[in-house]
């Protein structure tokens, strides 16, 4: 399994973010964390990234516990926060020059991950000057950088306009040709466009998990 989240449960003060969730992820697998906003996705994401701590249950990153054993999970998942920090005054190549740095990553993935995302064209701007679909591709291609073989994308389309969203759709399902991927959205058609699978949460509860095979069999 490349994900593995048994009966996780999370409280901010006495509200339940997450009421003792499980399911696991097959390697391969495009799978859409789907849920109106508060539902718990980004907590649950947290969670496997290590950024946050669960109060009950277990999590695993291809096998790595998420709490007893952190830099093996950081080494195996990518992350693309739903609000992720750029540095607006930075080039594209230093920031991942700067990203390489932290995460003691072979500067040669930085051309790669550039070209794979589509920002060769960009790449000697300074963030600031990007569109927002650019700097999500920015976000993408850090979030690649160190070749994991998870990625967790947290919103990935979120504020960007209807050409931009269907491009970045398409770039990750083509990523998805080769990563494992969680993409938490709170858009159906989103799923249907990227994903295999679907994993409905609700005010922190579990309440479906399908194939999309299925969903379109039984319409
Ligand atoms: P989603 O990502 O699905 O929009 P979140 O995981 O961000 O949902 O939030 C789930 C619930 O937990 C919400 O009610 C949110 O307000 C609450 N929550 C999330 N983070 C915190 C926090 N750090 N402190 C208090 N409450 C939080
Ligand atoms: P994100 O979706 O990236 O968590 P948010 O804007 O929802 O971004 O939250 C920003 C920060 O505030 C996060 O660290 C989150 O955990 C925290 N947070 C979210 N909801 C609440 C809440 N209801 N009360 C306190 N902190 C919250």
């Known amino acids: 399994m490349s994900i593995t989240v ?3 449960t999370k409280s901010f003060g006495n509200q339940k973010a997450l ?10 697998e495009i799978v859409g964390f789907l849920g109106p906003n508060g539902a718990g996705k980004s907590t649950l994401m ?9 109060d009950e249950g277990e999590a695993k990153i291809n096998e790595f516990d998420v709490v007893k054993d952190q830099k093996n999970v950081q080494k195996s ?7 992720n920090p750029l540095y607006l005054d930075m080039y594209v190549k230093e920031y991942f020059g700067f990203n390489a740095d932290v995460y003691k990553t072979d500067k040669k993935r930085i051309t790669e991950v550039i070209e794979q995302t589509g920002l060769s ?7 600031g000057q ?26 990935p389309t979120t504020g960007l306009d ?17 990563k494992t991927i969680l993409l938490s959205t709170h858009i159906m058609k989103e799923v249907e466009a990227v ?17 999309l095979k299925e969903l379109r069999e039984t319409e």
């Open 130 to 155: 990007l569109s927002k679909g650019y700097r999500q591709r920015v976000g993408l291609a850090a979030a690649l950088l160190h070749n994991p073989e998870v990625l967790i994308l947290d919103e």
């Open 121 to 127: 064209s960009e790449a000697h701007k300074k963030i």
């Open 46 to 54: 947290k969670i496997l990234t290590t950024y946050s701590l669960a």
């Open 6 to 8: 048994n009966n996780i």
């Open 19 to 28: 009421d003792n969730i499980s399911f696991s992820i097959n390697k391969g």
């Open 77 to 83: 998942v990518g992350y693309l926060p739903e609000h």
């Open 195 to 211: 994903c295999d699978r679907v994993i409905v949460i609700n005010k922190g509860a579990l309440v479906a998990d399908k194939k």
């Open 162 to 178: 209807p050409n931009q969203l269907l491009d970045i759709r398409k770039l990750i399902k083509e990523i998805g040709k080769e």
